[in-house]
């Protein structure tokens, strides 16, 4: 079945340092990409997106690039805040908007 | 724009009870999930309704989970004899059909099987 696969957190990091987190998919089909994030003390929420090969979703100045030839979806921003401290889920659908499948997730902890 | 809200926060059973949550997904949202959360893993799909029809349902669900949208509008979750297996954190979430899967998440009831 489908699946994701992410880095095995907590990754902890300096302010303004440079953030990737890897995710890699298993699908059957051609599926839609997802990372969602949670906050301490709130409800995931999608962060950005994509739906085809080559497409870079971007968002709060997180980016991922959808790359079908390495399955992957790797997220990274440039310069990390300490209010980017959170779990971070990289998620895919299949077509026909089928329930997404989350991978494990990965802890972001960011010090000033 | 309320969000999605879920009820209880948290809910303290013995085993063997039977344990109901309930789920108000935002508005205008005609489908609605239900997943299943357990410490360091990420959100388990259980089941899905449009509307008032439960379209899908995991395998991982057995017969003593039952979910309900019987107007289309709120859901409850039942777990009927809970088991300690069954702890966990019980997400709810809701979207509109064919935006992609753009999930809006209630922050959960975390169910405490002791």
């Known amino acids: 079945g489908d699946s994701v696969t992410q880095m095995e957190g907590p990754v902890t990091l300096s302010e303004e340092a440079f953030l990737t987190i890897n995710c890699t998919y298993t699908?059957?089909?051609?599926?839609?990409l997802f990372w969602y994030v949670q906050y301490p003390g709130e409800g995931l929420q999608l962060l950005l997106k994509?739906?085809?090969?080559?497409d870079k979703g971007s968002n709060k100045g997180f980016e991922a690039t959808y790359r079908k030839e390495t399955t992957s979806f790797h997220l990274e921003k440039g310069s990390v805040q300490v209010s980017d401290s959170a779990v971070y889920f990289c998620?895919?659908?299949?077509?026909?908007?089928?329930?997404?499948?989350f991978g494990k997730g990965t802890r972001l902890s960011v010090i000033a | 724009d309320t969000g999605v809200s879920q009820n209880p926060r948290h809910k303290i059973t013995k085993r063997g009870q039977n344990v109901t949550f309930r789920c108000d997904p935002i508005?205008?949202?005609?489908?609605l999930y239900w997943y299943r959360q357990t410490l360091g893993q990420g959100p388990e799909f259980l089941t899905y309704f449009q509307n008032e029809a439960q379209l899908e349902k995991s395998r991982l669900l057995s017969d003593r989970f039952s979910a309900e949208r019987p107007k289309g509008s709120f859901s409850t979750l039942e777990i009927q004899r809970t088991e300690q297996g069954d702890s966990a954190m019980y997400l709810c979430a809701s979207s509109i059909s064919g935006t992609g899967e753009k999930l809006f998440f209630g922050s959960g009831t975390q169910l405490s099987v002791l």
């Open positions: 508005s205008e949202h005609n489908r």
């Open positions: 994509a739906t085809k090969a080559d």
């Open positions: 998620a895919l659908s299949e077509p026909g908007n089928t329930p997404l499948v």
């Open positions: 699908a059957t089909g051609y599926p839609s």
